[in-house]
């Protein structure tokens, strides 16, 4: 007699539950849009879209928030896949909200756009009318981000309050909102940085050179490995040197670190992601090193 094995994986169930809440938003919101940066997980939220609506186009716009401070391999890629698929890409400027005097660029050697990212935000949500925003963020990268809901309730100021937040009840979604209010959605807010990863092998999925292993002159500081870059302001006490490293996570070049690394396949980052026990973004990233009530406050502020 022929058996036949019914079993589901976890792969299985995260993907149906990132295609569900997809298509809930498509069915639900009047102007949805996809935040994407060439990142890995903006990266499996975009081939999650095309599954969840094949054979028909994704049917909302990409937007990538912008620094002027990504690195080149990404920003590639960001235009090569977006263009593939078809897709709108919206890129909102942070160096345009610097010239239109919206928000003021830091100095000195610890100066960085990451934080001036939330008023392009805003504003871009704003002139396009987004009523909802896909996001990649996942619960297990720190602790603000594990109080997130999967809709997450923004006020028609941005800001987000934990504490008003909407009951979530199984896979029921309150997508009710006002003029000027919007609805941050986290399809991948139950996996983690070896799920993204597993996904990534399962799929096929091709990623930004940067993800592996490669030669690249870097400098330490507070104990990362910041790239050597015209927009990185390095110390006479902050010394280059040639490491073979690879980033666990993209961004801001100010703020996002390297690691060093071996791994120049998806298995062999998998091997090496499953015996850390340094989370993604404290190792790499220096805007995130702070408390988490620190965190909050860039949350409450309208923050990714």
């Not at 938003?25 to 994407?36: D, I, N």
């Not at 716009?61 to 990404?74: I, K, S």
């Not at 935000?121 to 009318?129: A, T």
């Not at 050179?209 to 927009?231: C, N, Q, W």
Request: hydrophobic letters at 35%; aromatic letters at 8%; glycine letters at 6%.
């Amino acid at each position: 007699m022929l058996q036949r094995d019914y079993t589901t994986s976890q792969l299985d169930v995260l993907e149906a539950e990132a295609i569900h809440i997809m298509r809930e938003v498509a069915a639900e919101f009047e102007r949805p849009c996809l935040l994407f940066s060439g990142g890995k997980d903006s990266i499996v939220m975009l081939r999650i879209a095309e599954k969840a609506f094949w054979p028909a186009a994704i049917p909302f716009p990409l937007m990538h928030v912008d620094t002027g401070h990504n690195f080149e391999e990404v920003i590639e890629f960001r235009d090569r896949r977006s263009a593939e698929l078809g897709a709108r890409l919206i890129v909102a400027s942070v160096q345009d909200s610097i010239d239109q005097g919206r928000v003021v660029e830091e100095t000195g050697r610890r100066a960085s756009r990451n934080r001036l990212q939330t008023t392009t935000l805003l504003d871009g949500i704003e002139e396009h009318e987004f009523d909802s925003v896909f996001g990649g963020a996942r619960r297990d990268e720190e602790k603000a981000r594990a109080k997130e809901r999967v809709f997450s309730f923004r006020d028609d100021f941005g800001q987000w309050d934990p504490k008003n937040q909407r009951p979530e009840l199984w896979n029921l979604y309150n997508a009710r909102i006002r003029k000027g209010e919007h609805i941050r959605v986290f399809p991948l807010s139950n996996w983690t940085e070896l799920d993204v990863w597993d996904y990534i092998r399962r799929e096929g999925i091709e990623i930004p050179s940067i993800y592996f292993a490669h030669t690249r002159k870097v400098f330490e500081r507070d104990g990362m490995l910041l790239p050597d870059s015209d927009v990185v302001q390095r110390g006479d006490d902050e010394p280059l040197f040639e490491g073979v490293v690879r980033y666990r996570t993209v961004g801001d070049m100010t703020c996002t670190g390297a690691v060093q690394s071996t791994a120049v396949t998806v298995e062999e980052i998998i091997e090496e992601i499953a015996a850390t026990r340094i989370t993604e973004r404290g190792a790499t990233r220096a805007d995130d090193r702070s408390s988490e009530a620190a965190m909050e406050d860039r949350k409450r502020e309208g923050y990714f």
